[in-house]
């Protein structure tokens, strides 16, 4: 209406609300009774539900973010979800768990199954021993790992955590030195691969039993000791926190407090493994309170000289002579020569005579057998 108008009494504006009302009541019966009614009503359905579905999640989204909201932990949190950096980040992380208590995190960990794929092993891992200088730096590394993330585990449950070390310095992911994975981000003051590197747990100093006990651990594992229990593991937490990162990869096995995961997909076969040590271990300066110091030797110089010996005066070796008597055997006695006796002989054989006549007698011969009388 513009200034120069008159304004409409009230009379007229009833008449035309009544006939807009009246226009509205023969669209809403057209539409009713025509074919399209079926799917407008389909539409509007489908329209209620997802605008109620997405209230509710975003009602969830915006209690989320308040609760991250409430310390410095959940800012840190929230700025690494939006910035959506590589899963590896978020290993062990302390500021990647849910802001729940350690009793609602066991509930929580106990709802996540565990998966029904087969566990395969690792392949032995042995550290070439003739660099001392790296031998002993790895070693006090995945000692110091072992000590202060499974201190109070038993011999399986620390062997498992020396595992995931070995694991993950095979892995693409990871540097290629047992000191390198340990102490990944320990530059940070929060978000480090392992949380004892910047947490301040080294300033602890350790216990001579417990030491000795992670040491012995860690040179197993440095020496070809494969905790088959864990398979290719690179992920673990206790069981008292719940890590964002968990329901995204595979839930293996818990071993004491602490539940261990791999990758899924590929990353997380044996055929990622194949990664090898880079020889030469990195100098940490926070392992300097409480490593071995260890200096390489030269090699030693082994000087090889010729002296002539001194005999002294030769003494000629005489070898007595020894004649052993001859003893002369007399000479044999002269046989007498033997006579045979020739033998007579024969008598002549008695045969009929062809020149005598038919009528001739026939010779007697003499009897050979003796006949009793």
Same mark, same amino acid.
């Given at each position: ?19 807009? #009302? ?15 009614? &079926?799917?407008? %009503? ?84 042995i550290m070439a021993p003739d660099q001392l200088v790296s031998y002993s730096r790895a070693l006090d590394c995945l000692t110091a790992a072992v ?21 993950? %310095? ?115 300066? #926070? ?28 003494? &000629? ?57």
């Open positions: 209406m513009s200034a120069g108008e008159t304004p409409l009494p009230v009379s007229a504006l009833a008449l035309r609300w009544a006939a807009a #009302k009246r226009v509205l009541r023969q669209v809403a019966h057209r539409f009713a009774f025509s074919h399209w009614a &079926p799917v407008g %009503m389909s539409g509007l359905g489908i329209f209620a539900i997802l605008a109620g579905s997405g209230g509710a999640v975003l009602q969830t989204r915006l209690a989320e973010i308040a609760a991250a909201r409430n310390g410095a932990a959940g800012a840190v949190q929230t700025r690494s979800l939006i910035q959506a950096p590589p899963a590896v980040d978020f290993t062990l992380a302390p500021e990647a768990v849910r802001p729940i208590s350690m009793e609602e995190a066991r509930i929580w960990n106990a709802g996540l199954p565990f998966s029904p794929l087969p566990i395969l092993a690792a392949r032995p891992f000590y202060y993330e499974a201190a109070s585990e038993t011999g399986p449950g620390q062997a498992a955590v020396a595992q995931v070390v070995l694991n993950r %310095m095979r892995h693409p992911a990871f540097p290629k030195t047992v000191c390198g994975v340990v102490f990944q981000g320990q530059e940070r003051t929060t978000g480090c691969q392992f949380s004892f590197t910047c947490d301040g747990a080294m300033a602890r100093i350790p216990s001579i039993e417990g030491w000795a006990r992670a040491r012995a651990v860690a040179s197993s594992a440095l020496n070809g000791f494969v905790a088959a229990d864990v398979g290719m593991a690179t992920h673990y937490h206790t069981d008292w926190v719940a890590p964002y990162w968990a329901e995204r990869l595979v839930k293996m096995r818990q071993i004491g407090t602490h539940i261990f995961y791999r990758w899924t997909g590929g990353w997380g076969l044996p055929s990622a493994f194949t990664g090898g040590h880079a020889g030469e271990e990195p100098v940490i300066l #926070k392992m300097a309170a409480i490593a071995t110091p260890v200096e390489e030797l030269p090699p030693p110089v082994i000087e090889i000289g010729i002296e002539p010996l001194d005999l002294g005066p030769v003494t &000629p070796i005489v070898i007595p002579t020894v004649v052993a008597p001859v003893t002369v055997a007399p000479a044999p006695e002269p046989v007498a020569p033997v006579t045979v006796a020739e033998a007579p002989p024969p008598p002549p054989a008695v045969m009929a005579n062809p020149l005598a006549p038919p009528s001739a007698a026939e010779p007697r011969r003499g009897r050979r057998i003796a006949a009793p009388r």
